[in-house]
Protein backbone atom coordinates (compact mmCIF):
# COMPACT_ATOMS: atom_id res chain seq x y z
CA UNK A 1 0.00 0.00 0.00
CA UNK A 2 1.25 3.40 -0.72
CA UNK A 3 0.73 6.50 1.35
CA UNK A 4 1.20 10.24 0.64
CA UNK A 5 1.75 13.27 2.50
CA UNK A 6 1.07 16.53 0.96
CA UNK A 7 2.76 19.91 2.41
CA UNK A 8 3.47 23.01 1.48
CA UNK A 9 0.56 25.15 0.55
CA UNK A 10 -0.74 28.72 1.87
CA UNK A 11 -2.42 32.03 1.22
CA UNK A 12 -0.78 33.64 -1.35
CA UNK A 13 -1.55 37.10 -3.02
CA UNK A 14 -1.81 36.84 -7.21
CA UNK A 15 1.50 36.46 -8.91
CA UNK A 16 2.93 34.58 -6.31
CA UNK A 17 4.42 31.44 -5.82
CA UNK A 18 4.53 28.11 -3.47
CA UNK A 19 6.28 24.70 -4.02
CA UNK A 20 4.23 22.06 -2.97
CA UNK A 21 5.92 18.63 -1.42
CA UNK A 22 4.41 14.93 -1.37
CA UNK A 23 6.13 12.69 0.47
CA UNK A 24 5.27 8.54 -0.52
CA UNK A 25 5.92 5.91 0.97
CA UNK A 26 6.42 2.43 -0.70
CA UNK A 27 9.03 0.82 -2.68
CA UNK A 28 7.93 1.38 -5.75
CA UNK A 29 8.04 5.55 -6.24
CA UNK A 30 10.48 5.18 -9.06
CA UNK A 31 8.61 3.11 -11.13
CA UNK A 32 5.20 5.02 -10.90
CA UNK A 33 3.87 8.31 -12.69
CA UNK A 34 2.95 10.73 -10.15
CA UNK A 35 0.52 13.34 -10.25
CA UNK A 36 -0.80 16.52 -8.86
CA UNK A 37 -4.39 17.08 -8.53
CA UNK A 38 -6.54 19.42 -7.26
CA UNK A 39 -10.50 19.91 -6.28
CA UNK A 40 -11.56 23.33 -5.48
CA UNK A 41 -14.60 24.32 -3.39
CA UNK A 42 -18.06 22.72 -4.85
CA UNK A 43 -16.16 21.69 -7.96
CA UNK A 44 -15.04 17.72 -9.19
CA UNK A 45 -11.43 16.83 -8.71
CA UNK A 46 -9.20 17.57 -11.76
CA UNK A 47 -5.76 16.66 -13.03
CA UNK A 48 -2.88 19.07 -12.85
CA UNK A 49 -0.11 17.60 -14.07
CA UNK A 50 2.10 14.62 -13.94
CA UNK A 51 5.30 13.42 -14.24
CA UNK A 52 6.37 10.25 -15.69
CA UNK A 53 8.71 7.18 -14.52
CA UNK A 54 11.41 8.51 -16.82
CA UNK A 55 10.95 12.14 -15.92
CA UNK A 56 8.51 13.25 -18.95
CA UNK A 57 5.83 16.14 -17.84
CA UNK A 58 2.30 16.88 -18.47
CA UNK A 59 0.25 19.81 -17.30
CA UNK A 60 -3.35 20.36 -17.85
CA UNK A 61 -3.46 24.19 -20.23
CA UNK A 62 -4.60 26.53 -17.66
CA UNK A 63 -1.18 25.48 -16.10
CA UNK A 64 1.44 25.30 -18.90
CA UNK A 65 3.97 27.53 -18.29
CA UNK A 66 3.32 28.48 -14.81
CA UNK A 67 3.61 24.94 -12.69
CA UNK A 68 6.78 22.93 -13.11
CA UNK A 69 6.76 19.48 -11.88
CA UNK A 70 9.81 17.62 -10.46
CA UNK A 71 10.58 14.16 -8.45
CA UNK A 72 13.46 13.07 -6.57
CA UNK A 73 13.34 9.30 -6.63
CA UNK A 74 16.07 9.08 -3.75
CA UNK A 75 13.59 11.00 -1.46
CA UNK A 76 10.44 9.52 -2.50
CA UNK A 77 9.45 12.83 -3.13
CA UNK A 78 7.22 14.78 -5.56
CA UNK A 79 7.15 18.56 -6.23
CA UNK A 80 4.78 21.00 -7.85
CA UNK A 81 6.54 24.56 -8.12
CA UNK A 82 3.65 27.08 -8.60
CA UNK A 83 4.87 30.41 -10.31
CA UNK A 84 1.94 33.25 -11.47
CA UNK A 85 -0.62 32.23 -9.11
CA UNK A 86 -4.42 32.93 -10.15
CA UNK A 87 -7.26 33.14 -7.58
CA UNK A 88 -8.77 29.82 -9.86
CA UNK A 89 -5.75 27.86 -8.69
CA UNK A 90 -7.45 27.79 -5.20
CA UNK A 91 -7.95 24.70 -4.45
CA UNK A 92 -6.78 21.25 -2.25
CA UNK A 93 -4.24 19.75 -3.99
CA UNK A 94 -3.39 15.96 -3.76
CA UNK A 95 -1.26 13.84 -5.19
CA UNK A 96 -1.21 10.33 -6.32
CA UNK A 97 0.08 7.62 -8.20
CA UNK A 98 -0.50 7.29 -11.81
CA UNK A 99 0.72 4.88 -14.49
CA UNK A 100 4.34 5.05 -15.69
CA UNK A 101 3.61 6.82 -18.74
CA UNK A 102 0.87 9.42 -17.14
CA UNK A 103 -1.61 8.59 -20.12
CA UNK A 104 -4.69 8.98 -17.27
CA UNK A 105 -3.62 11.94 -15.05
CA UNK A 106 -6.16 14.47 -16.76
CA UNK A 107 -8.74 12.01 -16.44
CA UNK A 108 -8.38 11.92 -12.73
CA UNK A 109 -7.59 7.76 -13.22
CA UNK A 110 -5.12 7.00 -10.76
CA UNK A 111 -3.52 3.88 -9.24
CA UNK A 112 -5.65 2.16 -6.83
CA UNK A 113 -7.51 4.74 -4.53
CA UNK A 114 -4.78 6.23 -2.58
CA UNK A 115 -5.56 9.67 -1.68
CA UNK A 116 -3.55 11.77 1.30
CA UNK A 117 -5.10 14.38 3.41
CA UNK A 118 -3.99 16.83 0.15
CA UNK A 119 -2.64 20.49 1.29
CA UNK A 120 -4.82 23.79 0.58
CA UNK A 121 -3.68 26.62 -1.48
CA UNK A 122 -5.65 30.02 -1.67
CA UNK A 123 -4.81 32.82 -4.32
CA UNK A 124 -5.99 35.77 -2.52
CA UNK A 125 -5.45 39.74 -2.03
Known amino acids: QVQFVESGGGLVQPGGSLRLSCAAS????????MGWYRQAPGKGREGVSC???????AYRDSVKGRFTISRDNAKNTVYLQMNGLKPEDTAVYYC???????????????????WGQGTQVTVSS
Open 96 to 114: AADPPDCTTFIHVLPLGDY
Open 26 to 33: GSIFSILG
Open 51 to 57: ISSDGGT
